[in-house]
């Protein structure tokens, strides 16, 4: 089998041009979501269409751990490890943090947060074994800075920042570079909640002028698999110059 890689929240935005972004570049690519399976299978086709067999579904919550072992499963059934983890799944929650309530909480922790931890913890022990593999999660600059409205969201992305720091130097050892890219706004769905109006204020406080694509991020998460292994735990701010 070729190269392979694992992409979290796969089934649009970000995750989608990430996959498209690895098949192009050769890899078999992993495709997981939750609750957009549909969607994931089209991903799926529409990289199939382009290279035959060169991706596979493995739906599933990577919020709950025992989804996750039972993913890892099916991946380590097609492959010997993974080469590459990416990290990108998530969910947002607007609102004051007074009026969330429990379940909301948890669950914009355990899907950005506990989920890179539970993916992290099965596909590590394989990278180690042939010191080799690359870890990439997805972040936002919310986890660098905060934002007011999104506690939650802000917390849980400032705690992937603090894992893939910690996790750089636990891995580094074995030659397994693990970064994270923080990024600012994105033009996926997550943020169509936009009106023209706001849409418009939230570009003027951006110095680039504009929203990045998801194929920038996409490009970014190429680049860093390409970069030497020396780099690593790093927080990558792509924002366009916002912080």
Same mark, same amino acid.
């Given at each position: 089998m070729?190269?392979?890689? @694992?992409?979290?929240?796969?089934? !649009?935005?970000?995750? !989608? *041009?990430?996959a498209h972004a690895f098949a192009d570049c050769g890899y078999h690519v992993f495709l997981n979501c939750n609750s957009s399976v549909k969607q994931l299978r089209e991903v799926q086709q529409e990289i199939e269409a382009q290279y035959p067999g060169a991706a596979t579904c493995v739906p599933g919550n990577i919020g709950n751990p025992d989804d996750v072992r039972n993913i890892f499963k099916s991946i380590y059934n097609e492959c010997n490890a993974l080469d590459v983890l990416v990290n990108n799944a998530g969910v947002s929650h607007l609102g004051l943090l007074s009026d969330m309530t429990d379940d909301e909480w948890n669950r914009v922790i355990q899907t950005d947060l506990s989920s890179v931890f539970y993916c992290c913890r099965e596909a590590i022990p394989k990278m180690v074994s042939r010191k080799s593999g690359h870890i990439i999660n997805i972040s936002s600059m919310w986890g660098v800075s905060g934002a007011s409205c999104e506690v939650a969201y802000s917390a849980a992305k400032s705690g992937v920042n603090g894992l893939?720091?910690? @996790?750089?130097?636990? @891995?580094?050892?074995?030659?397994?570079?693990?970064n994270a890219i923080a990024c600012g706004v994105i033009d996926t769905v997550?943020?169509?909640? @936009?009106?023209?109006?706001? !849409?418009?204020?939230?570009?003027?406080?951006?110095?680039?002028? !504009?929203?990045?694509?998801?194929?920038?991020? *996409?490009?970014?998460?190429?680049?860093?698999?390409?970069?030497?292994?020396?780099?690593t735990g790093q927080i990558i701010g792509l924002d366009g110059g916002y912080l």
């Open positions: 070729n190269k392979t890689i @694992l992409v979290t929240g796969a089934s !649009r935005g970000i995750g !989608r *041009a990430i893939t720091r910690a @996790l750089a130097k636990e @891995l580094a050892p074995s030659q397994i570079p693990v997550m943020n169509q909640w @936009l009106n023209k109006e706001e !849409r418009r204020e939230l570009e003027e406080e951006i110095p680039a002028g !504009r929203f990045a694509t998801p194929e920038e991020v *996409a490009q970014a998460t190429v680049n860093l698999v390409n970069s030497p292994i020396y780099l």
